[in-house]
């Protein structure tokens, strides 16, 4: 498949074919699906495109590490010269399988809006790849040894969580997608509490590609799997803001916030995330993609302005800065791509076009503000008087224009030709480094706009210049760059999709998680004369808060600190308080039979119980906090970390002296 194909108009599109069901499956299973990988949107052609080169590019690289380890084993020059031979070739092939996916991520037409109108291309971001992982094996071992469950009861929950992470994979180009992609963010919490010890590996590899290179990446730490979901909703937030139609406000308004959004996870993921194994994920690369967000937002702020334009003096100089503010940005954008890690790592196309857009905006900034000098002479605002005009008109320079009279007509039409000198001077290089790229010169958008921008410029050029001005030509400043809305960069929004726990049933997860060990037993207890000798608190589990000495309970075996999980074998984890006591009083002369568990410390370090509420604020809340809990102890292996911060874990459980019983708690 070539890239001419790719680039073919497509009549489906991923919004068409998401499948979005609400079809009722059980209550821990989400509605939310991805795209139908094999429905040919020309989305899906690229992701399908770029997933076999990933593997193909780590097929060749498995086969050169194996060449490099052979050459330097062996000592028999005639392998040794096969083998150079060999990598000689290995290394050709791939280096022309990542001009290939270069070329493909490159491709900013296939994210580009369907609308007729023309507007300078946005720069969108493809999606990190993953491969399928199976983890039905490494979660049942771990329900059987941890939790002493019969694995075979969860295999529904674990179906559940695999088909959502295999959603998660393809998931649809609007605000369904971001959905899907934030509630697997939100459920990888609850997996990290349940499944993932400190004290042990669970034994799941991650594999993640690099965006724009397609290297592979495989960590055991569940935050490279994170940090991959949390760029990838960044990614699909650049996505939904370059399709926007912004020849409308509320196309221009839409494409603000999704570059926003976008700005807002990356720059969540660089402050958070450490060490990480991909390039797309280190600092300097997501400090220059929140750069480039924050330009293309500024970019469309200057569009919403330019909507708006008429032949008014202060609309026109507000444009003209706005242009120059874009510019500014945009050349900030390009000082981060220029940084060692990454001038060769950025792809070409997006180099130049954020060179393109450093000229053309800064043309547009002389045009606007030459139109301003020639055709709003003399026509200052209704409430606005000379003085005011000419004032705006010295201060839209970042000096004050050199032996020109701006009261003068003549003078103001001087220095309006040259500031569209300097603009065709832009314009030209625009169209130049247009034409230098292999990519950009397909993107026949592109080249409309950079041309109708710099045939606007001769022709307002051509009207103002007289055949007998024999005047000295003017040198025009330089444009004060200013913003009317500067660029709002909004973290995302993790509590906006709540999610339940789907491992729910293995219990409250202040108690049953992976960070926790439990002794469980097995009691019979018979009410005696004086009652069943125990005093109880809370619910969800219920704990022994104190024991009678010699009463029934003691006898039985029961100690302060127990948790009641199960009466006469109907489990109650999840029961209220007044439904376990209930339950006790029905005892009969035969007795009943409890399971109960207790906390085994490993730390020395005190345990405290939550209460129901804060169970139910786990459950329910709990994802408010996904982003800010994952632990040192989990996350440092292979290098790859979450900066906790200092923050509270969601769901420790602690323990407390239950010697003195609290005045109101009954004794049965």
Known sequence: ???????????????DIAALTAEDRGSTESVRKGCDPLVSTQRSKLQQRRA?????????LRLRSGAENLYRASSNQKVKETVALELSFVNSNLQLLKEELEELNSSMNIYQTESETVNVPMIPLGLKETKESDMTAPLQDFISEHYSEDASLYLNEIQV????????????????????????????????????????SLGIHFHWYDSLTGVPSVQRALAFEKGSVLFNIGALYTQIGARQDRSTLTGVQNAIDAFQRAAGAFLYLQENFSHAPSLDMSGPALSMLVRLMVAQVQECVCEKVILTQDNNLNVLLQAAQEAARVSDVYSLVLQAMSVPLLKDYVPFSWISMVQVKTHHFRALAHYYTAVALCDCSGMPDEDDDEGGEIKAL??????????????????????????????????EEALRLHGVCKMLRKMDLLQEVLSHAHTRS???????????????VAEAPEIQSHTQQKPDIKTPDFSAVRVTDIFHRLGPLSLFSARNRWARRHACLVRGE???????????????????PGGCAAEAGLREGDYIVAVNGADCRWAEHAEVVHALKSCTERGLELDVITLQSHELEKRTHLSPAAERECQSGGHRRAAREYERGSSSIWNWSWRSGGSKRLGNTFSLSFGNLREGEPMY
């Open 530 to 548: 004086a009652g069943l000798g125990l005093t109880l608190r809370g619910d969800s589990p219920v704990l022994v808060a104190g024991v009678l």
């Open 52 to 60: 076999k080169l990933n593997q193909q590019i780590n097929r060749e």
């Open 161 to 200: 969580f695999m088909e959502l992470r295999q959603a998660m994979r393809t998931p649809s180009r609007n605000e369904a997608g971001q959905e899907l992609l934030m509630e697997y963010y939100n459920q990888l919490y609850f997996l990290d509490q349940r499944f993932f010890s400190p004290h042990r």
């Open 394 to 427: 010295i201060q839209i320079h970042t000096r004050r224009p050199d032996k020109l009279n701006l009261q003068d007509t003549v003078d103001k039409r001087r220095l309006g030709k040259a500031h569209l000198r300097k603009a065709i001077i832009r314009h």
């Open 1 to 15: 498949m070539n890239m001419d194909e790719l680039m073919m108009s497509d009549s489906g599109s991923d919004e």
């Open 458 to 472: 001769l022709e307002k050029y051509s009207d103002i210049d007289q055949e007998d001005d024999f005047c000295e």
